[in-house]
């Protein structure tokens, strides 16, 4: 690890302030850009010849080898191996018949490409859904002592929808004898029919230690239903949460259930996610949260999450437009103990129509979720899994006493594209980093201080054209008040993550340049700056094709 320490200068980019304070920044840089003239594509994929052409692929970021994705279903963990599967249209790049693609990974963060796991059939399309392992095999679908892995998924008849009906959505469920690599329709599907709801949708299935039963969570246009069962066939209602709680812009989709300790008194609460579209902070769709207690039958906000305030103001988990539908993984070891989610890293006001040509969307980073609490209220924190680390192939320290006037450039040209950021508050200035290429565009992700929000702007990113609203500046209010203000920005080929605060504000953004951003640089209206940092580039990873 090197050390070593420089003067630089920041220019004044809105005019002139008086310093309130001397702002302290540490930047740890993590950077990763493309060698070669082909800079444009990511992924390192193997056994495959026209991949590496395509423009905006990620390079760390899941995205499906072909064709059209949308929301991560069934993510279990079995036998030191992450299964993955997503809503998949293999015959174009916008939504289509939905199937369930599927991919398998040892880390969560190399990639191998799997078959299409789940058909449409008579009974309708494949849509979102769960999956879990039947270890005491309650169903009785296990053979030979191997405990079945079971997926619960929305059937939507498409057929039914257009006549007018309202019961063309309803749940069942497939079963696999071989850890999840193929599975099996249930011959008594429906598992639990449709009552008469129009939008009826996107089980979520998990075990219930207290009562020795599986609960299954689903969205219920305006809330979610409840339902319990003895042995993953036979379901009878519990309750209903929602339809007086959150916001109700858009129709609720993808909910999750889980408990989770929280960080700060060790205390265990349930966390509820719903997806929403539209109605997210930023436009299109996001994903809320709630914090409660649940009992086996009905879930109940904590009371600190029912102020008079929180009620007026909807918990989100992501306040950039570009992470949806997520949810967390089933199977992980006791040992372990994580909550890891994954979204869908785009936004149904335009992922039919951004500017990819053989493959569209990707997923978000796989993330920790931690609970804390601020000023009597419970906050869902997020931050990257661990694993992510193994990216990292060199380290290189910088510490700074003073940077006066000008732009500080934090690379150009090199093999780096990811950075974390940390700044300490500075009253009534903004800082941020503006990530660039040669024809002008770029994207700033900072901190403004006369809002005291953070930012992505992406007005001037790149290819904005294919939809109205993708051209705009994206704001996060500040959740962890205090003077230190920590910005960890990880961009990737055609997007940026950035984890707030210690992982209190996130926000995710895609982007399109033309070219790709070949420089850093960070600005200020501050006259005087302060900052320690850190460089470390990161190897790509690897991406296995199913072909």
Request: charged content about 20%.
């Amino acid at each position: 690890m090197l050390s070593v320490t420089h003067t630089f200068k920041i220019p004044s980019i809105i005019g002139w302030h008086k310093l309130h304070y001397v702002c302290l920044i540490r930047i740890f840089l993590f950077l990763w850009l493309f060698a070669g003239e082909n800079t444009f594509f990511a992924q390192t994929w193997e056994n495959t010849k026209d991949w590496k052409k395509e423009p905006h692929r990620p390079t760390f970021h899941f995205s499906p080898d072909s064709m059209w994705m949308n929301d991560p279903n069934g993510m279990f963990y079995i036998d030191s191996t992450y299964h993955l599967f997503y809503q998949y249209y293999p015959k174009d790049i916008v939504w289509g018949p939905m199937h369930w693609g599927h991919a398998t990974s040892q880390d969560l963060i190399n990639w191998q490409h799997r078959p299409i796991a789940l058909y449409p059939d008579s009974l309708g399309y494949i849509f979102s859904g769960s999956a879990i392992i039947d270890i005491k095999n309650t169903s009785g679908l296990g053979r030979d002592g191997i405990p079945p892995v079971i997926a619960f998924f929305t059937h939507h008849h498409d057929a039914k929808e257009k006549s007018g009906s309202n019961q063309f959505q309803y749940q069942s469920m497939a079963y696999s004898l071989d850890g999840g690599k193929s599975f099996t329709k249930f011959a008594g599907n429906p598992v639990v029919p449709n009552p008469g709801i129009k939008d009826f949708r996107d089980p979520k299935v998990f075990w219930f230690e207290s009562d020795q039963s599986w609960k299954m969570i689903f969205a219920a246009y305006d809330h979610v239903r409840i339902y319990t069962s003895k042995n993953l066939i036979n379901w009878s209602y519990c309750s209903s949460f929602g339809k007086d709680n959150g916001c109700h812009d858009g129709v609720w989709e993808c909910p999750d259930l889980f408990p989770i300790k929280a960080e700060n008194t060790g205390t265990t609460k349930w966390v509820m996610l719903v997806s929403i579209n539209p109605g997210a902070p930023n436009g299109g769709s996001g994903t809320q949260y709630f914090v409660g207690d649940f009992d086996g039958t009905y879930f109940k906000l904590d009371d600190i999450s029912q102020s008079e305030e929180k009620n007026k103001n909807t918990q989100w988990l992501d306040f950039g437009t570009d992470n949806y539908a997520g949810v967390t993984w089933s199977g992980i070891p006791e040992k372990d103990g994580r909550k890891i989610f994954l979204g869908w890293m785009s936004n149904w006001q335009y992922a039919q129509q951004v500017p990819t040509k053989k493959w569209r969307s990707s997923m978000t980073l796989p993330r920790e979720l931690t609970l804390d609490s601020i000023e009597k209220e419970w906050v869902v924190t997020s931050k990257p899994i661990v694993e992510f680390s193994q990216l990292e192939t060199a380290s290189e320290m910088l510490i700074t006493d003073q940077m006066i006037g000008d732009t500080f450039l934090l690379q150009s040209g090199s093999t780096l594209n990811r950075y974390q950021l940390e700044i300490e508050h500075a009253q009534n200035n903004k800082v941020f980093i503006r990530l660039s290429n040669t024809l002008g565009q770029y994207t700033d992700v900072g901190y403004d201080g006369k809002l005291n929000k953070f930012y992505i702007d992406r007005r001037f990113s790149g290819i904005t054209s294919f939809n109205k609203n993708f051209a705009a500046i994206q704001y996060s209010d500040i959740r962890k008040k205090s003077g230190l203000i920590k910005m960890d920005i990880i961009q990737d080929v055609s997007g940026v993550e950035m984890f707030a605060d210690d992982g209190f504000t996130i926000m995710t953004s895609l982007f399109f340049p033309e070219i790709p951003y070949q420089k850093a640089t960070i600005q200020s209206t501050l006259t005087n700056l302060k900052f320690n940092g850190s460089v470390r580039p990161l190897k790509a990873a690897i991406f296995k094709s199913a072909r």
